[in-house]
């Protein structure tokens, strides 16, 4: 059995879909033929039965009957009730009397004489049987009125056995039988078929789109799209636009790694010309024996260091944009945004010791990474941080889920203020400062994720202002005390 099912579901779809329509209009078919069989079947016994039963209309004249046991040609002349029948006086020890006429002796049974032993004249009982030639008989029961002898003496109980051949019923059931198979099986096969034929149309669709899978596979071609009905909604187109959308948002997602990849190599090319121009100087300083400087030594020094430093934070923004969405799944947690901003807050002042940073901040809860939003929060600080002027101020505030950070910087112009979001995009008059180009794209993918948003505008009488919203989570319930 477990052959059999391994060996149907290595078959394919349309294959297995034929075979299950076949076998379930086989089921069907079966159910009404043998239904229609047994029903015909039925009809035709009733007939019969009803036959049998007009036969014994004169059978008043049996109630009256008297013969001898020992001589049954002495019976009355009653052959004229069952004219080619076959017919016969029982008793209830078996024995037989021919009435003139029968075709032929019906076989006794048990039963036959059980019901002349009982002797219940109202009764009829019906049975098949056979003569003693073997041949099938419809037969009749019905018990009489004792006999009496030639004494006057009461006889044994005697009934009438009336029976009707059944070779032309049997036929007329074996003919009904065979044009029940021969339509069930060209109704099966027609179904199968049929079933192939739908089956085989109905999952074109799926073999355009197991074509297209394998083209993609084999080519990698990500551009191939499924043609599918805008008014179609039955699951094949469903999932026709379900792999269109996800070839789309893997060609989306190559041609950002390309560009991520390529403004990467544009923004590492920098900082490792500068760096690899100021060990060369070093090194051919100490190859030739002519020393640098001092004062060029350690600024050299410095320039490699804070090359250093910038090459470091570029890859941890690069590794931070490169996380996955599984991954930031599984970190998510309920974080108090007021100990975020309060930590970022810190971090901020030791960046600009010469800064005013004012912070009012209310208590606010947030579904997020704590690591990621703290550094989303650090990120929009270090910006008001660095366009500040010397001795400037940076107002910080939080309240009801908004968190706003405001400068007093030269602000971004109004043509620059669509692309502050994009990866490495810098602003020319921003080049020269320390930098990646990442820290906002980060910010916009972090508040994203915890299903907040951030917007940069001209803030009023000078700056930016930077403004972050986030949805509230459940506030966690106070740690017990010991």
């Known amino acids: 059995m477990r052959r059999l099912v391994r060996r149907y579901r290595a078959l394919p779809i349309r294959a297995r879909l034929a075979m299950l329509v076949a076998a379930a ?17 039925g009809k035709l016994y009733s007939q019969l039965d009803d036959d049998l039963q007009k036969s014994l209309r004169g059978t008043s004249q049996f109630e009256q009957l008297q013969f001898t046991l020992n001589n049954c040609t002495d019976t009355p002349a009653t052959n004229t009730i069952l004219q080619d029948r076959y017919s016969q006086v029982v008793t209830e020890q078996g024995k037989v009397c021919l009435i003139a006429g029968a075709s032929g002796r019906i076989k006794v049974t048990e039963a036959d004489k059980n019901e002349i032993r009982n002797l219940d004249t109202g009764n009829i009982y019906f049975r098949n049987g056979v003569d003693e030639q073997g041949n099938e008989l419809r037969v009749l029961t019905r018990p009489l009125l004792p006999t009496s002898t030639s004494s006057g003496t009461r006889g044994p109980n005697v ?61 990698e071609d990500l551009t191939i799209r499924i043609p599918v009905e805008d008014d179609s909604e039955d699951e094949v187109a469903r999932l026709s636009r379900s792999f269109n959308s996800m070839t789309a948002s893997l060609a989306s997602s190559r041609e950002l ?31 030739t024996g002519r020393p640098i400087p001092p004062a060029d030594r350690r600024a050299l020094l410095a320039s490699v260091k804070a090359q250093m430093t910038e090459l470091a934070s570029l890859i941890g923004d690069l590794q931070e944009l490169s996380r996955s969405e599984g991954q930031h799944g599984e970190r998510v947690q309920v974080v108090p945004l007021l100990d ?9 002042r030791l960046r600009g010791p010469e800064l005013t940073i004012t912070a009012d901040l209310k208590p606010w809860y947030v579904r997020a990474e704590p690591s990621a939003l703290e550094r989303a ?24 889920g908004e968190l706003t950070v405001r400068d007093h910087g030269p602000g971004i112009p109004a043509d620059e203020l669509p ?59 106070p740690e017990p005390t010991a």
């Not at 069907?28 to 079947?41: H, K, Y």
């Not at 060209?186 to 394998?214: F, N, Q």
């Not at 001795?391 to 309240?399: D, Q, S």
Request: with cysteine; glycine share 10%; aromatic share 4%.
């Open 340 to 348: 975020t901003v309060e930590a970022a807050l810190r971090r901020a």
């Open 257 to 287: 790694q390309q560009q991520l990849i390529a403004d990467a190599g544009h923004e590492l090319r920098t900082p490792l010309t500068s760096l690899r121009t100021n060990i060369e100087l070093l090194t051919r300083s100490e190859e």
């Open 25 to 41: 209009v086989a089921f069907a078919v079966a159910a009404v033929s043998v239904t229609c069989w047994f029903i015909v079947q």
């Open 377 to 400: 929060v650090v990120n929009i600080l270090d910006n008001a941080v660095k366009f500040s002027p010397e001795g400037g101020t940076v107002e910080v505030r939080l309240a009801d």
């Open 159 to 219: 009934g009438v056995l009336v029976a009707v051949p059944l070779r032309n019923t049997e036929k007329t059931l074996n003919d009904l039988a065979l044009v029940l198979l021969l339509v069930s099986g060209i109704g099966v096969i027609g179904a199968g078929a049929a079933g192939l034929a739908v089956a085989r149309a109905g999952l074109r669709p799926v073999d355009k789109l197991t074509e297209a899978v394998e083209h993609v596979a084999r080519t």
């Open 419 to 477: 692309h502050v979001f994009d990866r490495f995009w810098r602003s020319p008059g921003a080049r020269a400062l320390p930098g990646s180009g990442l820290g906002l794209s980060i910010v916009a993918r972090t508040v994203q994720q915890a299903g907040g948003q951030v917007i940069l505008a001209h803030a009023e009488g000078g700056g930016t202002v930077a403004t972050v919203r986030l949805p509230g989570a459940p506030t966690p319930p």
